[in-house]
């Protein structure tokens, strides 16, 4: 099927980033596009929105501060031992890739299974890596969630205290997490508006669900909550983020 075309103002977003962060505009014109395509209910659709996401962040975000401002680099992952929720779409679009790599089903399957019942924030003390890290590197590096692009920290000390127990945060920069912000709430808006299951799911359990069974994907578009026994419950739409959410959606839903 043909997808709708992008308005000016995404087409400009996908070539040149937000780095300081969406304006009104930008935001209502991406979140009512996104929402457009993931009406389609179509691996099509839905992978160019989840792809979509990925270019706006990563031209968004590189420039937002100097170079060198984080530490993250290659072959640093302590990050991949914590708890990853992704959207189904973003799952949708990993499964697509990771089927041509059959052998990683059951590395997924072996994390899910020990994690069940398991709190995300008890997740660290596990010391238990994402099934997806691979010789020390994130296998699936372009098609990594947003939440995982999205994860930068100032010092790699943060990372290792709060990954043994300590009681560091993770400290990032203002205007970075401000820009990364509205792009991930531009995608939790689309797909709230889309009619669809806006909740964040454990990354190795659905994934592992997915390698299995590619029809879910099916069976997800038509409102089945397949993915319940993953759904991690930290998609909080309340409080300060509910009536920016709100607008949002209403926004991108009424006819032009
Ligand atoms: S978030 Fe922390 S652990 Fe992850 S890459 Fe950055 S510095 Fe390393
Ligand atoms: S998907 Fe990649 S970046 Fe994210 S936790 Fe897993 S290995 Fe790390």
């Given at each position: 099927m043909s997808l709708p075309k992008p308005p000016i103002t995404v087409q400009e977003l996908v070539a040149r980033g937000a780095p300081q962060g969406m304006d009104e505009a930008q935001l209502v014109a991406v979140t009512r596009y996104w929402r457009q395509l993931l009406e389609t209910r179509t691996p099509e659709g839905n992978d160019h929105v989840v792809g979509m996401v990925g270019n706006i962040a990563q031209r968004s975000l590189a420039n937002v501060v100097p170079p060198g401002t984080f530490a993250c680099k290659r072959g640093c992952f302590h990050c991949c031992h914590w708890h990853v929720g992704l959207f189904a779409p973003e799952a949708f679009r990993i499964a697509r890739q990771l089927r041509k790599t059959p052998k990683v089903r059951d590395a997924l399957a072996g994390v899910a299974a020990q994690i069940v019942g398991v709190k995300p924030f008890d997740r660290p003390a596990m010391r238990l890596p994402c099934a997806l890290l691979v010789k020390g590197a994130c296998s699936i590096h372009p098609f990594r969630p947003h939440s995982c692009r999205a994860f930068m920290s100032i010092d790699v000390a943060d990372c290792i205290d709060s990954l043994i127990g300590g009681p560091r945060q993770i400290r990032s920069v203002e205007v970075y997490d401000r820009a990364e912000g509205r792009i991930g709430l531009a995608f939790l808006a689309a797909v709230t508006a889309a009619g669809l299951f806006a909740r964040s799911y454990e990354i190795n359990g659905i994934l592992a669900m997915l390698l299995d069974d590619p029809g879910l994907e099916a069976r997800w578009y038509a409102g089945e909550d397949v993915f319940a026994a993953h759904d991690?419950?930290?998609?909080d739409t309340r409080g300060a983020i509910a009536e920016t959410l709100s607008d949002l959606v209403f926004l991108a839903t009424r006819p032009l």
């Amino acid at each position: 099927m043909s997808l709708p075309k992008p308005p000016i103002t995404v087409q400009e977003l996908v070539a040149r980033g937000a780095p300081q962060g969406m304006d009104e505009a930008q935001l209502v014109a991406v979140t009512r596009y996104w929402r457009q395509l993931l009406e389609t209910r179509t691996p099509e659709g839905n992978d160019h929105v989840v792809g979509m996401v990925g270019n706006i962040a990563q031209r968004s975000l590189a420039n937002v501060v100097p170079p060198g401002t984080f530490a993250c680099k290659r072959g640093c992952f302590h990050c991949c031992h914590w708890h990853v929720g992704l959207f189904a779409p973003e799952a949708f679009r990993i499964a697509r890739q990771l089927r041509k790599t059959p052998k990683v089903r059951d590395a997924l399957a072996g994390v899910a299974a020990q994690i069940v019942g398991v709190k995300p924030f008890d997740r660290p003390a596990m010391r238990l890596p994402c099934a997806l890290l691979v010789k020390g590197a994130c296998s699936i590096h372009p098609f990594r969630p947003h939440s995982c692009r999205a994860f930068m920290s100032i010092d790699v000390a943060d990372c290792i205290d709060s990954l043994i127990g300590g009681p560091r945060q993770i400290r990032s920069v203002e205007v970075y997490d401000r820009a990364e912000g509205r792009i991930g709430l531009a995608f939790l808006a689309a797909v709230t508006a889309a009619g669809l299951f806006a909740r964040s799911y454990e990354i190795n359990g659905i994934l592992a669900m997915l390698l299995d069974d590619p029809g879910l994907e099916a069976r997800w578009y038509a409102g089945e909550d397949v993915f319940a026994a993953h759904d991690d419950g930290l998609t909080d739409t309340r409080g300060a983020i509910a009536e920016t959410l709100s607008d949002l959606v209403f926004l991108a839903t009424r006819p032009l």
